[in-house]
């Protein structure tokens, strides 16, 4: 009998193509397969281990000013380690300005901004992402274009309008001004854009879901990392303010920043205690970064994956 030959396979059937050697081995060498781990070489450790110098440098010296005199200060070329003053110096913040207060304030400030902020831009961001509403486009261009105008040239009237309440000196006058942000709506609103699919929107308005449960329950868990960063540059933008508070507060009910103006007075101001008062006012910060490093590093992360 004679041997029939096999029917050659015909290209999709069967057998899944192989990839050729050469491509096979440049993939087992890690040269950049999905799944692979990039390994980064020594001048890119050398590069990294610089910039982690630099950017560390300047709160490794405000500990070091916060522990030693302001005569050593003074001395050239400066002791760049630690003294023995810290505590000293700390006691002298407690004794020239009520930082305890300004801390707890700060808090409250700080905190409440941050909450208002991150609630109602993730709201505002919302409705401008997925919502369909007449004048969306026109509102969202009003709202972008608001950032453009200086903060400065809206102050008589707002410390008008708190007078007018008798809000003045009082946190609720600090606090409410800023509890939305122009660019926060813009960073949410971006944010869910991309994140969100509206795949998931409809399906949830087919089981019967109102838009304020799919807030709720679908687009705050999806906008978490973005909502942790958003909320991390508020914290730091309303701790760090200091032309609104010192208008609106007096020396009686002040804020961190500008307790602080209040320090190392004198003929010759005492950096040491300057120092060692921006030492304490920068801790809070310090630990909500700690708080919501992980949240804002996978927002990051989560933007840079496309999938």
């Given at each position: 009998m004679t041997a029939l030959a096999a029917p050659p396979t015909a290209p999709g059937k069967g057998r899944p193509p192989q990839d050729p050697p050469e491509k096979r081995s440049r993939f087992r060498?890690?040269?950049?397969?999905?799944?692979?781990?990039?390994?980064?070489?020594?001048?890119?450790?050398?590069?990294?281990?610089?910039?982690?110098?630099?950017?560390?440098?300047?709160?490794?010296?405000?500990?070091?000013?916060?522990?030693?005199?302001?005569?050593?200060?003074?001395?050239?070329?400066?002791?760049?380690?630690?003294?023995?003053?810290?505590?000293?110096?700390?006691?002298?913040?407690l004794e020239e300005a009520d930082i305890g207060k300004a801390l707890l304030n700060s808090l409250i400030v700080s905190g409440s901004i941050t909450l208002g902020t991150v609630l109602c831009c993730t709201l505002a961001g919302f409705a401008f992402a997925k919502l369909k509403f007449r004048g969306r486009g026109a509102l969202l261009t009003l709202t972008i274009g608001t950032m453009m105008i200086p903060p400065q040239l809206g102050v008589i009237p707002l410390?008008?309008?708190?007078?007018?309440?008798?809000w003045v000196n009082q946190l609720q006058a600090v606090i409410l001004p800023g509890l939305v942000s122009a660019f926060g709506v813009f960073?949410?609103?971006?944010?869910?854009?991309?994140?969100?699919?509206?795949?998931?929107?409809?399906?949830?308005?087919?089981d019967g879901a109102s838009t304020a449960r799919i807030f709720w329950s679908i687009v705050i868990p999806i906008a978490r990392p973005g909502m942790a960063?958003?909320?991390?540059?508020?914290?730091?933008?309303?701790?760090?303010?200091?032309?609104?508070?010192?208008?609106?507060?007096?020396?009686?009910?002040?804020?961190?920043?500008?307790?602080?103006?209040?320090?190392?007075?004198?003929?010759?101001?005492?950096?040491?205690?300057?120092?060692?008062?921006?030492?304490?006012?920068?801790?809070?910060?310090?630990?909500?970064?700690?708080?919501?490093?992980?949240?804002?590093?996978?927002?990051?992360?989560?933007?840079?994956?496309?999938?």
């Open positions: 060498k890690g040269g950049g397969g999905a799944g692979q781990t990039m390994k980064g070489g020594w001048l890119s450790y050398l590069i990294l281990g610089f910039a982690l110098l630099i950017s560390a440098f300047p709160f490794y010296w405000t500990i070091v000013a916060a522990s030693r005199s302001n005569a050593d200060l003074a001395q050239v070329p400066p002791s760049l380690l630690p003294g023995p003053n810290l505590i000293k110096n700390f006691d002298a913040v410390f008008m309008l708190i007078a007018e309440l008798q960073f949410m609103r971006q944010y869910l854009v991309q994140s969100l699919p509206d795949e998931l929107i409809e399906a949830a308005r087919v960063v958003l909320g991390m540059l508020t914290f730091m933008t309303a701790w760090n303010d200091f032309f609104w508070p010192i208008i609106a507060l007096s020396s009686q009910e002040p804020t961190v920043q500008v307790a602080l103006r209040q320090l190392g007075g004198g003929y010759v101001n005492d950096q040491s205690v300057i120092m060692a008062g921006t030492l304490l006012g920068t801790l809070p910060v310090l630990l909500v970064f700690g708080l919501l490093g992980r949240q804002i590093v996978g927002g990051i992360m989560q933007g840079a994956v496309k999938g």
